[in-house]
């Protein structure tokens, strides 16, 4: 998807020739109406996410997720290159996008794939902020001197509730793992204009009523190393997120999950093979939906295998 603060960051890690230019987003897994996701896998081409769903019901999704969330896919997934920093904005949480007529709010976490020097991005306020002064701070120019501004490296991560003030600036490669949500309200965009000389719209209103303006400083996720493979990255209400490096064969027991698990490949390439013997070959750039009714992956790489796991 083209926006004005896009780059070939995505493009390259693809492997894809375009003559796009400013390519911002890949959403990799997606339910939005609109945008939804078609699968390319033998068997499957041409079905998208919905119709999966309703096709194979809990055997792709698992009970639990379909009691929980019935025919609504619950997370969406995506690669984001930040060629520019993206506006400074924030999400609704579920009370508030519900009270508008959207089953979900949009709770994300962002994992850093890779970085240009001196890339960093804002994550929540520092400080308590009034939101009686929250204009006037936009006004002046001030409000991001109220925030968290974290330098990015690869292999970082970070956790953004829904309520949280954000911003990624430019020089970050990221995998968002969010609740499958559009709603954004912008409330800075650094005054920047399309080839038409337009500036894009702010929602400052619906921004203070989504805003979180508590002060707090731990948006950085830790990665928990369990000293194999796989690391756990992040919990949340919404997903779970581990990241899976390999460079050699492994085995991942899938059994107690009770969840589709989505496997996005940032670096090298593998084979996998569930306990029935399905085999897929997944390389950078390329994301998989492993069902819930998967119990086993063999996974084989070629190289060195990065990827990140999310279910729910």
């Known amino acids: 998807m083209s926006k004005l603060w896009g780059g070939t960051a995505i493009a390259d890690l693809k492997k894809i020739n375009t003559d796009g230019a400013n390519i911002g987003e890949s959403l990799e897994l997606s339910a939005l109406p609109g945008q939804e ?99 006037q701070l936009l006004a002046d120019g001030t409000l991001l001197t109220k925030a968290n501004v974290y330098n990015t490296h690869p292999g970082d991560a970070f956790y953004i509730p829904a309520g949280t003030l954000h911003s990624i600036g430019a020089g970050n490669l990221i995998i968002e793992i969010q609740q499958t949500s559009g709603a954004t309200y912008r409330v800075y965009d650094f005054d920047r204009t399309d080839a038409q000389g337009r500036k894009r719209e702010l929602h400052v209103a619906m921004a203070k009523r989504a805003l979180n303006f508590n002060g707090r400083t731990d948006y950085h996720c830790t990665p928990q190393s369990s000293g194999s493979e796989l690391s756990a990255v992040c919990r ?23 969840s589709f698990v989505v496997v996005v490949c940032y670096q090298g390439a593998a084979t996998l093979i569930d306990q029935e013997g399905n085999t897929e070959t997944l390389c950078a750039g390329e994301t998989l939906l492993v069902p819930a009714s998967a119990t086993m992956l063999h996974l084989t790489p070629s190289g060195k295998f990065a990827a990140l796991l999310a279910s729910v």
């Open 37 to 135: 996701t078609i699968c390319v896998s033998e068997g499957y081409e041409g079905l998208t996410l919905p119709r999966l769903i309703e096709k194979y019901g809990v055997g792709l999704m698992g009970e639990r997720i379909l009691q929980r969330y019935g025919s609504h896919f619950p997370l969406l997934v995506k690669f984001i290159d930040a060629c520019e920093p993206l506006s400074v904005q924030v999400h609704p949480d579920d009370a508030l996008a519900q009270s508008l007529g959207m089953p979900f709010g949009k709770s994300e976490m962002w994992y850093v794939a890779d970085v240009k020097p001196g890339a960093s991005l804002v994550a929540g306020f520092r400080e308590d902020v009034d939101p009686a002064v929250f204009e």
């Open 236 to 258: 949340s209400p919404y997903f779970s997120v581990a990241s899976l490096c390999l460079q050699k064969p492994y085995a991942l027991s899938l059994k107690d999950i009770g």
